[in-house]
């Protein structure tokens, strides 16, 4: 039988079995056959745990665990004796996190150890010019009289970015290094490494519209550059880990660990349409532009947002929604950025144009042409100010972003169909894109 045997040294009870003594035929009375019950119950009950334990090991493969039940029949009516036998190694409990590893997955210390030499801290230093009134009491009737001048301060923020070769080029976000709100480009960035050697470095350049900017550090010595993987070889289920500064360098180098959540998500942006990486892996403010890694300890991603839970109406709370650029994809980006200096390939109209609805000036919504590119685009295909666009591909269009999420389906010098509306007719007409040059001030 089994009992709970006390361990002082641990505080602890241990189970303990304790033969029962063999019961002839000649001392059974005629409570035998209760006693015997009672014993074979008090076996049954205690050998559930370790047909657990053999179950675990049956569903997982461990080899960690043994068990041995050896019976014994004297005759067909002899008494059965059950012995437990376990291992002294212990036996392994596999979190679910190591359960969705691939084969040949390095372990989480083993992740963290190969690329946290890979990973860097951003500090970028913003300019924001304001204009101050230095004589507050110079108004008269809602009108300011007082002298005015303008002053500069310095804005600093900070975020994570990623060693991508040996000579210093190093991977983050735009907006790590560039915000509209406070004036655009950076004044100043510098790097800190993991060993915590700080270095200055340039803006090569930045695509606000992907969200990816590329870093040169100056006299930088020989990095540790990261590895990089396939993005399209991605799984939902698939473990994530993100490595980053989250609310600034007192964190520096915090690990975070979950799963790809989702693939191809369109996320919206600053008006603009990305196609991220979810993941439930701990993104927060100081993460942008920090890795996201797979079981390989390969960079797959570029950690760039969360949701907060003001995305929700009434405030909810939202947890677990972190999104990150494919590599594959920021990859590109970033070949253009460093041989061109501005992403190559996306395609333009060549119009400045407005969104209307249908009024007693429109008979339809669409988008409203108000000006034209002299030899681009528009003005090559014949189409002229006051033209009003309201199909595109065979689709219609009825805003702006409709637009120009159906045109960047496309690529420069490919022919896209417009319908517009010009004297209250219907008009097609083709346009041959041309490439938007953007280059980013340095």
């Not at 009289?145 to 991508?164: K, L, W």
């Not at 590119?373 to 189409?383: F, M, P, S, T």
């Amino acid at each position: 039988m089994f009992e709970n045997k006390y361990n002082s040294e641990t505080n602890t009870k241990e189970t303990e079995y304790v033969p029962v003594p063999e019961i002839t035929k000649e001392k059974k009375s005629k409570g035998t056959g209760k006693v015997m019950k009672t014993v074979l119950t008090l076996l049954c009950i205690a050998a559930l745990p370790f047909a657990s334990i053999a179950g675990y090991k049956y569903i997982t493969g461990s080899d960690n665990t043994e068990k041995e039940i050896v019976a014994e029949n004297d005759s067909a009516a002899a008494d059965i004796e059950g012995e437990v036998v376990l291992s002294d190694s212990d036996y392994e409990i596999s979190t679910l996190f190591q359960l969705s590893k691939s084969e040949g997955a390095l372990s989480t210390q083993e992740i963290y150890e190969k690329v946290l030499p890979s990973v860097v801290g951003i500090t970028s230093k913003f300019i924001y010019e304001e204009e101050v009134i230095s004589n507050p009491f110079g108004s008269f009737f809602g009108y300011n009289y007082g002298d005015r001048e303008t002053t500069s301060r310095e804005i600093p923020a900070t975020g994570t970015g990623i060693i991508m070769s040996s000579d210093g080029y190093v991977i983050t976000n735009a907006h790590v290094v560039y915000s509209a709100q406070y004036g655009g480009k950076a004044g100043s960035v510098s790097v800190l490494l993991y060993d915590g050697q700080e270095y200055q470095a340039d803006i090569v350049g930045y695509d606000t519209q992907t969200d990816v900017a590329v870093l040169k550090v100056q006299d930088a010595p020989s990095l540790t550059a990261a590895e990089f993987g396939d993005s399209s070889a991605l799984n939902v289920g698939d473990s994530a880990i993100a490595i980053g500064n989250p609310l600034g360098f007192d964190l520096f180098g915090t690990l975070t660990v979950g799963y790809i959540s989702g693939l191809n998500r369109e996320i919206a942006m600053d008006d603009m349409i990305m196609h991220l990486i979810q993941t439930d892996a701990a993104i927060n403010s100081g993460n942008s532009g920090g890795p996201l890694i797979n079981d390989r300890g390969q960079v797959i991603g570029i950690n760039s947002m969360k949701i907060s839970s003001s995305y929700s109406s009434g405030s909810a709370p939202v947890e677990g929604l972190g999104f990150a650029i494919p590599i594959n994809e920021a990859q590109e980006i970033v070949n253009d950025l460093m041989s061109k200096g501005y992403v190559t390939g996306r395609p333009q109209l060549g119009i400045t144009c407005q969104d209307v609805t249908a009024s007693q000036y429109s008979p339809v919504s669409g988008v409203c042409i108000v000006g034209i590119n002299e030899n681009g685009a528009a003005d090559i295909a014949g189409l002229k100010v006051g033209d009003i666009i309201v199909g595109a591909n065979g689709q219609t269009v009825t805003t702006i972003n409709e637009l120009n999420a159906i045109k960047n389906q496309f690529k420069a010098g490919d022919s896209l169909e417009l319908t517009v509306i010009r004297e209250n007719k219907y008009t097609k007409i083709q346009v041959v894109l041309e490439e938007s040059v953007v280059v980013n001030e340095n």
